[in-house]
Structure formats: C-alpha cells, structure tokens
C-alpha cells in the first residue's frame, strides 16, 4: 500500500479545497484521510465532494493527536505517513522526502508563505528546553526575538535553503514511517485538542534512535493559524499553557518543571493588565487566572494530568 496524507480538519471550510487540490496534483498516488473534529461550517460538505478522499467524521473535538491516530488506524497498511494542515498546499512532489523518511525515519520540507519566502522560526525547531519555555512564558522572546535562547530555539541561524538534520519540523507537515508511529504509541493524546503533542513526537522518535530529516527541495505554502484562530482567544492561551506544561512536567526535571510553572504564573499577570486594557473585558482576566490556577496546581502536584481544560 502507498503512503497515506492525514488531515485533521476543524473549521477548515476556507482552506481544504485548495490543500485537497494540491495533494491530488503533486501526490496522486498517496491515499487522502481528513479527519474532521466536528465542524461547524461547511468542511465536512467540501470534503465529500472528492473522489477517493476518506473522511472521518467525529461527532465531538477529539483533538489534534487523536485526530491523527484515528485516521493513521483507518488504514492499517499506509506507510509512510504525512500529515499535512488543511492551510498547508503542497508546491512539489514528495518523492525527497520520502526517500529521506524511509531512511532515516522521520523527514519534512520547506514550510513558505504566499510570496514563496521561508517561514523562519516556524519551519523548523530546536526541541525546547526549560530556559527557551522560560523565556517564552515570560515574553522575553517578543520583546528581544534576537536573543541567544530564541535564536537557538527557532533556529534562525539555519540555513533553510541547505538539507540539514533538524530536532523538531511543524506539524503541519510531517512525515514519519508507520514503525516510528507504531513502536512510540502513536502521538500523545493528552496534549488535547492541541499544541506540544507534535514537538512531543520528535523528541521520543529521537530519544529511540531515529533522525529527522529536513529537504527544502520539498515545499509547502502554509497561511498558518486556520483552525486555531477558530478558537476564542481565551481558550487559546489556556490551551498552549497547558501543554506547554505537560510538555515539561513529561521531559524536564522536576526543578526545571517547577521552573517553568513559575514563569508562566509571573508571565501571566502583565498578560492580564495588557489584555484587560486591550480588550475592555474580563475575558484576559478570566483565562490568565485559570493559566495561573493551573500553573500553581502543577507547581505544587508536579503533575498536569487532571489539568486540562479541554474535556
């Protein structure tokens, strides 16, 4: 059986027709599953407007890690697997990178926006450690991107135009082998519905011994932030603090995963002012103070497993 393409879909009207189109011209050979995550909009129809394309429709948000178990499941035989965002249009074959997954095995391309220029900082990353969590919690990496710990992290002293063996590709666009996915346990659907399960991933499929392949030669136009900009503002930040924490609480020592809970609780009070102000509302009010309830919780319980706000 061929490779398979995973999508998981969450408000993806706008955007799966043309990442559909684009997997059907430069990969016809690859089978198509888009899992949706119970949609509200029109994804659901668009998708079953194409021949060959499976869908997997959810009757609630699984998240993204389950969403991509589920639909690798689906077909028992597909290997290699990529997933690919619905806002994500592939602009090259995969022949590359394919070749570098089976070899290596994991492997990705060149994520671009519409002018066709990398997306430096989000292509590709260094796993973080809890100095790079730390910083970004307390928004030191906005104010000084330049900094040593940023630089490092986003990898802005990568040449993306070179090959080059890389810690951690996006997620939206990724491809692994099937004994990869099968011997690691699939992705990690605690990290629910999103954000750290993809980072998460990498770092156990390099910690047993595979390497991560990266080929510019393969590109993919990316607008980033389709389904999560679905997402009320609120949510979002409680989201990304609870896996960003139950990223460190799995991979730091406990004094670095206390580290951590700490700088996102001193990060969070500005965010509240700054939003407060912003917004006119208590919306950044009522979301940074359920960051810090869990953050303190995590701090004290060294755990984030009852944690999420999510289910």
Same mark, same amino acid.
């Given at each position: !059986? ?9 408000? @993806? ?16 050979? +690859? ?6 995550? *119970? ?33 690798? *499941? ?12 619905? &806002? ?5 074959? $995969?022949?590359?990178?394919?070749? /570098? ?6 492997? @990705?391309?060149?994520?671009?926006? #519409? ?26 990496? %906005? ?12 990898? $802005? ?17 990724? !491809? ?11 992705? &990690? ?10 980072? /998460?991933?990498?770092? *156990?499929?390099? /910690? ?14 990316? &607008? ?29 020592? !406990? ?25 006119? #509302?208590?919306? #950044?009010?009522?979301?940074?103070? %359920?960051?810090? +309830? ?8 060294? &755990? ?8």
């Amino acid at each position: !059986m061929a490779g398979a393409v995973v999508i998981v879909t969450y408000n @993806s009207a706008a955007e799966i027709g043309s990442c559909l189109d684009a997997v059907a011209h430069y990969a016809p050979e +690859w089978q198509v599953v888009v899992v949706d995550n *119970r949609s509200n909009d029109q994804t659901v129809s668009h998708v079953k407007q194409r021949n060959g394309v499976i869908l997997i429709e959810n009757q609630e948000n699984l998240g993204f890690a389950a969403g991509v178990n589920q639909g690798i *499941r689906f077909l028992p035989g597909a290997d290699p697997i990529l997933l690919l965002n619905p &806002d994500a249009r592939l602009k090259t074959g $995969l022949d590359l990178m394919t070749a /570098d997954c089976r070899q290596h095995g994991l492997a @990705s391309g060149k994520l671009v926006d #519409s002018s066709g220029a990398a997306q430096a900082g989000f292509t590709v990353r260094r796993l973080p450690t809890a100095v790079a969590l730390v910083f970004e919690s307390l928004g030191i990496n %906005k104010l000084w991107p330049s900094n040593p710990v940023n630089r490092r992290y986003r990898c $802005l002293d990568l040449d993306l135009n070179q090959p080059a063996f890389v810690e951690q590709p996006a997620g939206a666009l990724l !491809m692994f082998r099937r004994d990869v996915w099968e011997k690691l346990g699939g992705l &990690d659907e605690r990290f629910h519905p999103v954000w750290f399960e993809d980072v /998460d991933f990498c770092k *156990r499929a390099l /910690d047993a011994g595979n390497r991560i392949s990266f080929n510019p030669a393969v590109t993919v136009e990316h &607008d980033g932030g389709g389904s999560v900009g679905q997402m009320p503002i609120g949510n979002r930040a409680v989201f990304w603090y609870v896996s960003l924490l139950r990223y460190a609480a799995k991979h730091f020592t !406990m004094l670095s995963f206390r580290t951590v809970c700490a700088a996102v609780v001193i990060g969070s009070i500005p965010r509240i002012v700054a939003g407060g102000i912003r917004e006119r #509302s208590l919306q #950044s009010v009522r979301a940074y103070g %359920k960051v810090i +309830w869990v953050s303190v919780r995590s701090f004290f319980q060294a &755990d984030v497993s009852e944690a999420s706000p999510a289910r």
